[in-house]
């Protein structure tokens, strides 16, 4: 697909694109602010931070984290906004926001996934089935024997890690929880939301559990933010072929939500990059 074909699939549906693309810009600036709101819930638990200043460090450090492999540079950009004493643990909050977030994709994508195998004739070999049963007690077993060695960061073992992440206040990590969730549901109804729009004819029970299927796998894959949309549009593309939906619909949909959910807040990120003043205590 390219930009024309993109244009004129959303001019062509003339006065209804610009409200359309309105209500989506509302349900992408709801996502993002569940995404603050959660980032500062977790941060007031150790440092009292406004609004404001959650606001400033979550679209800073996406505009920073787009360079790198699945955004891994948002740990370190979020980090140079605090002291050098409070790094360590604004690296492992974002770690644990980023774990939540992941733990509802998952949960909901497994669904996703069942629904795939069930009703749609998908190929698949036992004997990889066993394969990433074993790989997968494997890096338990491996994980539970380097505990209490300091891999990732010095001074932090994966015991310490643990430890660190039972601190959080219970209701600091059910609100973290919570808001994920709400972000999850979000940007999956704005999926389904967009497919309508650009003349998709499919029921909500059918592309619901494809879209929980669709982020799960595409969370997994890793990817330049460069590349991001491409290998979205690609996973998209194949799982909504089994029931019918035109490639055209789903690149337009895929685009427009990249567009709206990192696009966009990446440019308003970009003042904050540019007016960033380091703080070296």
Do not use: H
Not at 25 to 44: G, M, R, Y
Request: charged share 10%; aromatic share 20%.
């Amino acid at each position: 697909m390219d930009l024309g074909e993109f244009k004129a699939a959303v001019f062509s549906k003339g006065i209804a694109a610009s409200s359309s693309l309105l209500f989506f810009l509302i349900l992408a600036t709801a996502n993002w602010f569940f995404e603050i709101l959660k980032w500062q819930t977790l941060v007031s638990a150790f440092e009292k931070t406004p609004f404001k200043t959650a606001l400033k460090q979550s679209l800073a450090s996406l505009t920073v984290s787009l360079a790198t492999p699945n955004r891994i540079g948002e740990y370190g950009a979020k980090a140079l906004f605090f002291e050098k004493k409070m790094r360590k643990k604004i690296l492992l909050l974002n770690f644990f926001s980023s774990i939540s977030q992941m733990f509802v994709t998952s949960f909901f994508g497994l669904f996703g996934l069942l629904y795939l195998f069930q009703n749609f004739n998908i190929p698949y070999s036992v004997t990889t089935l066993c394969y990433f049963g074993i790989g997968v007690i494997l890096f338990l077993a491996v994980t539970y024997y380097f505990k209490e060695k300091e891999l990732l960061m010095k001074g932090f073992s994966m015991a310490k890690m643990m430890r660190f992440f039972r601190s959080i206040p219970l209701q600091v990590k059910f609100k973290t929880m919570l808001f994920s969730t709400f972000r999850y549901l979000i940007f999956s109804g704005m999926f389904y939301g967009m497919l309508l729009f650009f003349g998709a004819k499919i029921s909500f029970t059918v592309a619901i559990p494809l879209i929980f299927a669709m982020y799960l796998l595409v969370s997994v894959l890793p990817t330049l933010f460069i590349f991001d949309v491409v290998i979205r549009g690609g996973v998209a593309v194949w799982l909504f072929s089994f029931v019918g939906i035109p490639e055209l619909t789903v690149l337009s949909t895929v685009l427009t939500m990249w567009l709206l959910n990192f696009v966009l807040p990446a440019l308003f990120g970009s003042f904050f990059v540019l007016t960033y003043q380091p703080i070296t205590r």
